[in-house]
Structures are given as structure tokens and as C-alpha cells.
């Protein structure tokens, strides 16, 4: 007999399965009306899937593992990408970083921040031997085993799993590879053996891969008294060249695991772990410390869950969510666009060893086809943006890195002739230029232009004057640049380079006179909106920008590239269309169509992927969807599974992992199809549906101190605002009809979908 307690206990029980029962009822009911529907209710979204979300992560908690930050809706393997094989092509194996280092899963190479060897254009990333780089062995004869290879966009991690099993044994090995997302000078490698059904005991051999030594550093083993307990391994190394005369030779400091090359499963054990630790700092006191705290973290379990703990965090900050009908590939590959872009991003910015910028291949890569690991522009126009919408901090962090180098900015104008301050085309640990290509170096001088149009939209979506001396730098070093035509009243710019590098050097190219345009008038606008603002320009600002001439043929009514170009020349990549965007010019939507179209036929087939990035985002900014959607799909033919790594050209060649393709396919989504705009006054959203998609979520934007969530199905748009910096910011919406609503933290606003605005308030204590 049951006593009455067990009974009551049952009985709750029960009734807790049937309440668990009837809300998967509910989710699965409301999944099948999502995707047989061709349009969704947002209410749909918030019925029983998330009690039952929320009653699974309660159990998970209790078990002490972690919840997913992506909505239920969003299927396991649009964020770990899965394969039961390696690529052939080892370009294209994924790479894991923070920031701070990264490197290629299975490479010999590690790269790190900031740390560059070679004299002016020989500069490049310096190449550190990764002394804990292994593959597994597992050789069992007459025993199957199976392999899979997974990226964790989620996580953050590499996970190589074998399986073996028959009559006898089953063994399971797990090898995971990250870099942690906290304790930045960390690189992990975590094996975890799992065998049963076996008296006997099993061998996994570990293949230690460290390559051969650097040809970039002098290397040596550090002193015995600075080791620690658990007696790592220690290197300390220097660059072989300083990159000038003036600069320093860069020291590091490598501690790291001994790899055994065998580990022995005895018969009686059932599970082994190994975690192989490598730290690098150019701080020896900093790389020890982070040895030690991740040995201590290890020991207790939690050094992956503290990891995990940060990637979820930045999910849940900020990302992009879409619902498709049956498809996954765009959603692979914005998660994995995303993870890519912030894995080549600190957390936080360290004073002590700053961030000196994002390269067009990432943090992992360094090559000569990657760039050799300097910043172009590609990181302010191309990779900014996207980070800019979600993460302001880190978009900070990214702008801090032109910030560093402002002061050697100024003096390249100065000995070059000019007032302002003059960035480089190339940019590496010094500020100094570095570009390998002289006529770049010389010619392609729209990257001050870049720099300030970052600064611009920095300055917009934060309202915060961090970069403010560096945007009235750069419109003076224009106005120095301008050449007076005293029979038009026009101020031209000559000898340059525009983006299209297949013309130089040649006069008045409309993009580089519209970007210095737009920076003289960015640096006007300051001067309105800051009191006290004093600067030496400020007021003639006006009287520049609006004569700077942009080449224009009335007679085809749109932009040559430049002076004297002729419409059916080949063209490298987008260059005059990007005066509507990302520049925002107005024009008569009859130009803006043409330059589109005479431009779209002209494109080079060699030309980089961001290209089409840019016609999508204009096509749909006129309208016109099919054209758009065509683009779209270009723009990430250079996505490469089964990891999604990108490439800069389509045959696979160039650049890779081509982070400025990335940051064009994300734009092409935030400010394409989600139609933003960032404005002097107010945050723009005017969305549209990628074909076969029935929702997309903005989760995260940071507009002035307020968050907000943003989903558009077919025909509603839902607004809520999560969170505001302080209670003396008021935000305000105001839909086409011009109604003004104001935003309560936690409402809910349900719309048609339409354009609408979203602007701020700041009210000061009585």
C-alpha cells in the first residue's frame, strides 16, 4: 500500500507530466501552423513552446549544464555545423579565436593580436608554433568506429568526436578546441575518453603536430624560476625585425602542456580527461596567470561551462534569427558569420596590449593572400557596421583601433604636406603605412574618408564623443586635399584610387569625393551639436562640402567612376554605388537606378563577394526585390561548406577566412532586407522578407543607450524595448502615419509592417 504521502507526491506528479504533455502539444501544434502558413501570427511565438522552453532549462539548470540562447524554433543544426569529414582543401577548416589569438582547428600556426615581424611593407603576422596542436589516433582492429567533426557556432568550440563500437567495447573519444572567450590568453584542448563494456585497456594516441619552429621569432626557454606548479612548459620570444626604426621588437610569453603521446584507458576506468593549456601574453607575469587560472578552472570543471557562459551572453545580446521554410542555409550562415567576426574580437579592450584592428582574414590568418593580417578598410566599412548595430562596445573597441594609431596619423599628413590627420591604406602594429602595393599606399587615400563615416555612425547610435577629434581630423586633412577650380567654383580631389584598384591614379573618382564630402559635413555637424566645440575649420566646413564635385553625365543621368571613364569599363568591385549606400547621398531614384544597372553589367567576374552585398542592399532600397534577391544569393557564393568559411574570390582563392565578405552578407540582411538606416536624429527600419523566409528577428539593437528587439513576419512587425542605460531616457516610436508612441520597457508593440522610426530623448534632473 501506498502511504498518503506517496500517493500526493504521484499524484503531482502526474499532473505535472500532464501539464509537461499538453504544453508540447502546444508547441508542436504551433510549430506546424508556423511552417505550413504563409505568414505567421507573432503571437503563435509565445505560447506553450516557451513554458516548455522554460520547464526544460529549469531541469537542465538543476543538472548544472547551460540553456540554449536561440529560440526554439531555431533548429540544432543551423548553429552546429556537422560533418563526417574534413574538408580536402585545409583552407577551408574553421577557425576558433577571442580576440586575442586564434587559430586554424589542427594548425601548426597561432596569431596573435597586434604581433607583427618584417620592416614597413614586409610586416606581416608574426607565425607562433602552436605547441598543443594534436590529432587523435585511435586504431582498434576489428572494431568500426565512426568520426564527426562539429563547429559549435553557439559555444564557441571544435569538437572532434569517435565512436567505436561492437561486442565488446564501446569507446567514445571527444576531442575539444577552443579559445576561451574570458581568459583570453588561453588556447584549450580537452579529450575525454569514455569507454565501457571492456576488461582490457585501450590506447589513444595523441599525433603532436606543433609544425617547425618560427622563422619569425627568436625563441628560447625561459628561466626555471618562472615555473609554476604543475611545472608548464615556457618559451619566450621576440620578433626577428622591428616594423620601424623607431618601434620595438615584440616579446611574448608562451606557457603550455607537455602533449603525452599516448593516453592509456586502464581496464578498470571507465573515463579519462586530458586538458592541454597554452598561454600567451607579451606580459610573462599575465600568460602565467592565465595558465594557472585555467589549470584551477579545469580541476573544477567549470573552465569550458565559464566560456560558454560568455558566448551565450553575446547571443543573447545581440544576433539575427530566421524562420525559412525548410532551408537553412542563409540562417548557417548568419550564425556562422556572426561567431566569425566576433571570434577576431575581444571582449573587452586591454590596456595593456590594445587592439590594433580586424583584417580582412580574421585574427586566424596571416598569409600573403590573407593581407598578410593588416587592417584595410574593410574593417570600417565592411565589418563595423554589423557589430555596430548589436555590440557598441565592441564596435568601440574596433574604432580604439584607429584611435591608437590617431597621433601617427596626423604626422603622415603633416609630412606629406597636408593638415589633418592621413590614415594608412595598411595598417599593422605601428601605424605606419605598410602596404606592399605603392600606388595603394599612395593612391587609395578614401580610408581616412572610411575611418570617418565609422565615427559617423558610431557618433549617431551612441550619441558619445569618443572618436570626435579623429572625424575633425580627417575633414581637415580633406580640406587640405580639395583643389579649387576658380572657373566652375568646384573643389576637386585628383591623383587617387577609388575602390575599383583596376583604375589609378585618376581625378575626381565619385566615391572618394563623396566620402570626403560626407566627412567635411559630418565635421560641420559636430561643431552644431557639441558646445564649445572650437576647431580651426569649423567655419568654413560648409562652404566645402557643398562644392565638392561629383561626376556626373547628364546625358545618361549617372556617375562616372571618375573623370573621363566610359561606360562599359570593367570595374573591380561596388565603387559608385556606394555613394547611395552606405553614404546615403540623395539622388533621383532615376540615377540611382542607373548607376546600378550600368555598374551591375561591368563587375568583373574576379571582383570580391562584398560587391553584391551592395547592390542588394540598394536594389532593395529602390524596390525592387527580384534584382535584390539575384544579389543577394551572389553575395555569399563564397561561403564554402561544410564550415562556411569564405573566401574573397569564388574559385576558393584569395583571402580566406574573408571576414569583408562576412561583414557585406550581414549588412545586406540589417540594412537590406531590414531596411536600417542610421540617421542624424532618429534609427530608420523599413524590413522585407527574404524569399521562402516567414520571420526575421533583429535581437539587440542598441540605439542611444536603449535595446530593442525588432521581428517582421510577412505582414506585422513586433517592437519591445528591453532595456534602457537610464530612467531619464525616454524612446520614442513613430509609425508611417506619423503616430508617436512611446516605448515602456517590456511592452510588446504589434504593427503592420512598415517603416518606422525610433529616436531618443534625454531628459535632465531637475
Known amino acids: ?61 538543476q543538472a548544472g549544464s547551460l540553456t540554449s540562447p536561440f529560440p526554439f524554433w531555431v533548429p540544432r543544426q543551423a548553429y552546429v555545423l556537422n560533418s563526417s569529414r574534413l574538408p580536402e582543401n ?128 627568436d625563441t628560447e626557454v625561459c628561466p626555471s624560476s618562472q615555473h609554476y606548479p604543475r611545472s608548464p612548459l ?67 570543471g567549470s573552465l ?106 596626423k604626422m603622415a599628413a603633416y609630412k606629406a604636406g597636408y593638415s589633418g590627420a592621413k590614415f594608412p591604406w595598411e595598417a599593422a602594429f605601428s601605424g605606419e603605412e605598410v602596404s606592399p602595393s605603392e600606388d595603394c599606399a599612395n593612391y587609395e587615400i578614401h580610408i581616412s574618408g572610411d575611418i570617418a563615416l565609422a565615427t559617423q555612425q558610431y557618433y549617431h547610435m551612441t550619441k558619445k564623443h569618443d572618436f570626435v577629434n579623429i572625424s575633425l581630423d580627417i575633414a581637415d586633412f580633406w580640406v587640405s586635399r580639395l583643389i579649387y577650380d576658380s572657373q566652375t567654383g568646384l573643389q576637386y580631389i585628383n591623383e587617387v584610387m577609388g575602390p575599383d584598384e583596376y583604375h589609378f591614379p585618376v581625378n575626381n573618382s565619385a566615391y572618394t569625393n563623396a566620402i570626403a564630402k560626407n566627412s567635411i559635413e559630418f565635421a560641420q555637424q559636430l561643431s552644431k551639436d557639441i558646445p564649445g566645440l572650437r576647431h580651426s575649420h569649423s567655419q568654413s566646413y560648409s562652404h566645402y562640402h557643398q562644392s565638392i564635385w561629383i561626376p556626373y553625365d547628364p546625358e545618361l543621368n549617372f556617375n562616372p567612376e571618375f573623370t573621363g571613364y566610359r561606360l562599359g569599363t570593367k570595374v573591380k568591385q561596388a565603387d559608385t554605388v556606394m555613394i547611395q549606400y552606405p553614404l546615403m547621398m540623395v539622388h533621383p531614384k532615376s540615377i540611382a537606378q542607373n548607376n546600378l544597372n550600368f555598374y551591375q553589367s561591368n563587375i568583373s567576374a574576379k571582383g570580391p563577394a562584398m560587391t553584391w552585398s551592395i547592390f542588394a542592399i540598394n536594389w532593395l532600397e529602390l524596390n525592387n526585390q527580384v534584382k535584390a534577391d539575384i544579389a543577394f544569393r551572389r553575395s555569399y557564393a563564397n561561403a564554402h561548406g561544410p564550415f562556411l568559411v569564405w573566401t574573397e574570390n569564388a574559385d576558393q582563392s584569395g583571402a580566406v577566412n574573408f571576414h569583408t565578405a562576412i561583414g557585406g552578407f550581414l549588412q545586406s540582411l540589417i540594412f537590406g532586407y531590414g531596411g536600417f538606416r542610421i540617421k542624424l536624429n532618429w534609427l530608420e527600419f523599413n524590413p522585407s522578407l527574404l524569399a521562402d523566409t516567414l520571420l526575421i528577428n533583429f535581437i539587440g539593437i542598441n540605439y542611444q543607450n536603449a535595446t530593442i528587439d525588432y521581428q517582421v513576419t510577412k505582414s506585422q512587425l513586433l517592437v519591445k524595448l528591453t532595456a534602457v542605460e537610464s530612467s531619464k531616457i525616454t524612446v520614442y516610436l513613430e509609425d508611417s502615419n506619423q503616430k508617436r508612441l512611446t516605448l515602456k520597457v517590456g511592452d510588446r508593440i504589434v504593427l503592420k509592417r512598415q517603416k518606422v522610426l525610433i529616436s531618443t530623448e534625454l531628459h535632465q534632473q531637475m
Open 304 to 409: 569550458y561551462n565559464l566560456h560558454v557562459q560568455a558566448w551565450y551572453e553575446l547571443w543573447r545580446s545581440g544576433r539575427i534569427d530566421l524562420l525559412t521554410r525548410g532551408q537553412l542555409e542563409v540562417p548557417r550562415l548568419v550564425y556562422s558569420g556572426l561567431y566569425y567576426l566576433l571570434s577576431s574580437i575581444p571582449l573587452l579592450n586591454d590596456a595593456e596590449w590594445p587592439f590594433v584592428g580586424m583584417s580582412p582574414g580574421g585574427l586566424a590568418h596571416g598569409g600573403s593572400e590573407d593581407f598578410w593580417g593588416h587592417v584595410f578598410w574593410d574593417q570600417d566599412t565592411w565589418m563595423f557596421p554589423s557589430i555596430l548595430m548589436f555590440h557598441p562596445d565592441l564596435a568601440n573597441t574596433l574604432l580604439s583601433s584607429r584611435k591608437r594609431i590617431h597621433q601617427v596619423a
Open 234 to 300: 615556457c618559451q619566450h620570444s621576440s620578433t626577428k625585425q622591428r616594423e620601424t626604426d623607431y618601434s620595438t621588437k615584440t616579446e611574448i610569453y608562451m606557457y603550455y602542456d607537455q602533449v603525452p603521446s599516448i593516453l592509456k584507458v586502464e581496464s578498470h576506468v571507465t573515463q579519462m580527461t586530458w586538458v592541454g593549456l597554452l598561454s600567451l601574453h607579451p606580459n610573462a607575469d599575465r600568460a602565467s596567470q592565465a595558465y594557472n587560472e585555467g589549470r584551477s578552472l579545469a580541476e573544477s
Open 90 to 217: 585545409q583552407r577551408l577548416w574553421p577557425e576558433i579565436g577571442n580576440g586575442h589569438l586564434a587559430t586554424v582547428v589542427y594548425s601548426d600556426t597561432i596569431h596573435m593580436n597586434g604581433f607583427y615581424n618584417g620592416k614597413t611593407n614586409q610586416s606581416h603576422r608574426a607565425r607562433i608554433q602552436s605547441m598543443t596542436s594534436v590529432r587523435l589516433k585511435v586504431d582498434l582492429p576489428s572494431v568500426q568506429c565512426s568520426q564527426d567533426y562539429a563547429l559549435h557556432l553557439d559555444e564557441g568550440s571544435f569538437i572532434e568526436s569517435t565512436n567505436c563500437n561492437n561486442m565488446s567495447l564501446t569507446l567514445s573519444v571527444r576531442h575539444r578546441i577552443y579559445a576561451h572567450r574570458t581568459i583570453t590568453e588561453l588556447l584549450v584542448n580537452e579529450i575525454v575518453i569514455t569507454k565501457t563494456r571492456s576488461q582490457g585497456t585501450v590506447d589513444v594516441t595523441l599525433d603532436w603536430q606543433p609544425g617547425p619552429p618560427s622563422q619569425d621569432l
Open 1 to 61: 500500500m501506498m502511504s498518503s504521502v506517496m500517493l500526493s507526491a504521484h499524484k503531482k506528479c502526474c499532473q505535472q507530466n500532464i501539464v509537461y504533455m499538453y504544453m508540447l502539444l502546444l508547441y508542436w501544434t504551433s510549430l506546424i501552423k508556423i511552417y505550413v502558413a504563409d505568414d505567421i501570427d507573432l503571437d503563435l511565438l509565445s505560447l506553450g513552446p516557451k513554458e516548455t522552453a522554460s520547464q526544460r532549462s529549469t531541469a537542465e539548470e
